[in-house]
């Protein structure tokens, strides 16, 4: 299990203010996958030598899909670096920072924002049958774990959760995942990100016969 709370990369204030949205001061390296009630999804992408104006965040987990070396400034002027490994996910607290990717590697991360500021009751499962589940990074309001698919997993039609869950492939992936009745997604790249929301009725089965991992964050 891997808790960090790294100042560096998300710490200070709430999200207060539209201006320090970071999709709107700096939409070239901020682009929105998922936005609704429960969560807010980002990719971020920031090339070696690039930084990205001050902005904040609410509660969150980021899950980084290169290496990197970022430095964080903070709104009292001290900096903060910080070693990013791909594909292990870290929880952090709602803040404040501008950034720097100081490496030599581009940085490409999903960020899971979460809207809400308490956590629901909801109980987040530590395995499921066919998928073996190992947790990476915890908070208070959410869990991210690397999921690994079996051959033969699959979740029954009308199969539903008490939380919800953002799917991160980590690769190409034959993965049919149908939900509240729409057509599969059944072909997967590297980054791609579904949510499926607490209640909903949904189906998956691994179509490809081998394992399959993703990156999954349960929303409590």
């Not at 929105?32 to 930084?51: H, I, Q, Y």
Request: with cysteine; net charge neutral; hydrophobic share 40%.
């Amino acid at each position: 299990m891997k808790k960090i709370c790294l100042a560096a990369l998300i710490v200070g204030l709430p999200l207060a203010a539209s201006a320090q949205d970071p999709v709107k001061v700096d939409p070239g390296h901020y682009k929105v996958l998922v936005d609704n009630a429960s969560v807010r999804v980002l990719k971020v992408t920031v090339a070696a030598g690039e930084k990205t104006p001050t902005h904040a965040h609410p509660d969150g987990i980021i899950v980084p899909l290169t290496g990197a070396n970022a430095r964080f400034t903070l709104p009292d002027g001290k900096t903060r670096d910080a070693a990013m490994t791909s594909e292990t996910p870290i929880y952090d607290p709602a803040g404040t920072h501008a950034g720097a990717n100081v490496g030599t590697n581009q940085l490409e991360a999903i960020l899971v924002e979460i809207k809400s500021k308490t956590a629901a009751a909801a109980t987040l499962p530590t395995g499921r049958p066919g998928m073996a589940q190992t947790i990476l990074a915890e908070g208070p309001l959410a869990i991210a774990y690397r999921s690994t698919a079996a051959p033969d997993f699959q979740e029954a039609a009308g199969s539903t959760h008490d939380f919800d869950q953002v799917v991160i492939a980590l690769g190409p992936a034959d993965i049919a995942l149908s939900i509240d009745g729409k057509p599969a997604k059944s072909k997967w790249q590297r980054g791609e990100v579904q949510f499926v929301g607490r209640g909903v009725k949904h189906e998956s089965k691994n179509t490809g016969g081998k394992p399959v991992d993703f990156i999954i964050v349960g929303v409590k």
